[in-house]
């Protein structure tokens, strides 16, 4: 998926993450900012890389502002914030499970 | 046994902190909300949410219940996709006016089965009837599909419907009736109205003894203080399970002695006297004794 405008999904309250997306050429750069960064900082790191692999993105800004999120609310969001991002006209639900 | 649905807890499916810790309260079902509770804007991330949450481990013991927006709108069957291949239990159908409804809703979910591989009809349905249309159709609508596990009645669009306004249940008293009596001919579930009014404690026991006295399977919730509330007021008291226990074994007694019908206290003990002595005792080893 192609990155083409700016989007954000979920919220800043506790147990949820906000993410911004944007364009990027040729460079997909990832910066994660969390409470709970030391704990879970790395499953954190491998849930938006596995998420973004299957959602098939290359190139872009991903910026997360977690609060504690679950896995499953990190994952959700990020789908949320790519497919807003996108010009993908309908979602393609076997690349999501 | 169907399993025990007293109590069926309203989630807004764009809540991130509630959808994370709902488990913990031990509804009997939870129902993860995408329709009325999430705004315009957000459907499309709750949808995600739901459809994620769907599938974590905290929700594969406990059953799960999705509402979707009517399928009339342009959010409907793209909530079916999510909530069916998320692994949704039972989907809430709202605003279902006749059983064509639920035949639209049907043919959706044989092909969304079909292509994620989930077993046909493993999907279950529930029927929120909203309107005096729905009334009206209450058994068409309860006999449909197969896949109906219960319908409910919902109360807010309901009085909108009739002209009249939330009260001291006069203005659902038709209609609490009618859906109670269509569920129990079609052999399925009967579910009763949300009671808004969280800090009214007294009043939403009222309205809970109501319900269970009309034979009403339990009740939607939107708030998790209102479950230890309802689940003692549905579980059975130490002296109706004594009675229930004195029964089966007169009954356990008669048939040894060759009788169809015995006395207990001088009062016929029979058929539906045991089978209802029976199932008071399978609801207090599943839900505790009232305290």
């Known amino acids: 998926m192609n990155i083409v405008r700016e989007a954000l999904a979920g919220t800043q309250e506790s147990s949820d993450l906000m993410v911004k997306v944007a364009p990027a050429a040729n460079e997909l750069e990832i910066i994660i900012n969390s409470e709970v960064i030391r704990q879970f900082g790395e499953q954190i790191r491998q849930v938006v890389d596995e998420t973004l692999r299957t959602l098939n993105v290359r190139a872009g800004l991903i910026i997360i502002q977690d609060k504690g999120a679950l896995d499953c609310v990190i994952r959700a969001r990020l789908q949320s914030a790519i497919l807003r991002a996108t010009h993908e006209p309908s979602i393609d639900w076997r690349i999501m499970q | ?291």
């Open chain 2, 1 to 291: 046994m169907s399993p025990l649905r007293r109590s069926m807890l309203f989630l807004p499916g764009s809540n991130a902190a509630m959808l994370s810790t709902a488990f913990i309260y031990h509804a009997d079902s939870i129902m993860f909300d995408l329709e009325d509770a999430v705004a315009l804007r957000e459907k499309d991330s709750a949808r995600l949410l739901v459809f994620n949450a769907l599938q974590h481990p905290m929700y594969q013991q406990i059953e799960t219940v999705v509402r979707i927006n009517p399928l009339n709108t342009p959010f409907g069957l793209l909530d079916l996709e999510a909530a069916v291949r998320g692994g949704a239990d039972v989907i809430r159908l709202p605003k279902t006016d006749t059983p064509e409804d639920i035949d639209e809703l049907e043919g959706h979910l044989v092909r969304i089965e079909r292509e994620c591989g989930r077993e046909v009809g493993s999907t279950r349905v529930m029927a929120a009837i909203e309107s005096a249309t729905g009334v009206i159709n209450a058994v068409a609508i309860a006999r449909s599909t197969p896949r109906l596990i219960g319908i409910a009645l919902a109360a807010f669009d309901y009085v909108m419907d009739m002209q009249t306004e939330r009260g001291d249940g006069t203005e659902l008293f038709y209609a609490r009736c009618a859906v109670l009596h269509a569920a129990r001919a079609a052999r399925i579930d009967a579910f009763d109205v949300v009671w808004s009014d969280v800090n009214d404690e007294a009043g939403f026991l009222r309205e809970v003894e109501l319900i269970r006295k009309m034979g009403f399977n339990g009740k939607s919730l939107i708030n998790p203080r209102q479950i230890d509330l309802l689940h003692n007021a549905y579980a059975p008291t130490q002296l109706e399970v004594d009675h229930a226990r004195r029964v089966t074994e007169a009954a356990k007694e008669g048939e040894r002695n060759g009788l169809g019908v015995v006395s207990l206290n001088g009062k016929m003990v029979d058929a539906p006297i045991i089978e209802h002595a029976q199932r008071l005792l399978e609801r207090a080893a599943a839900s505790g004794l009232r305290r």
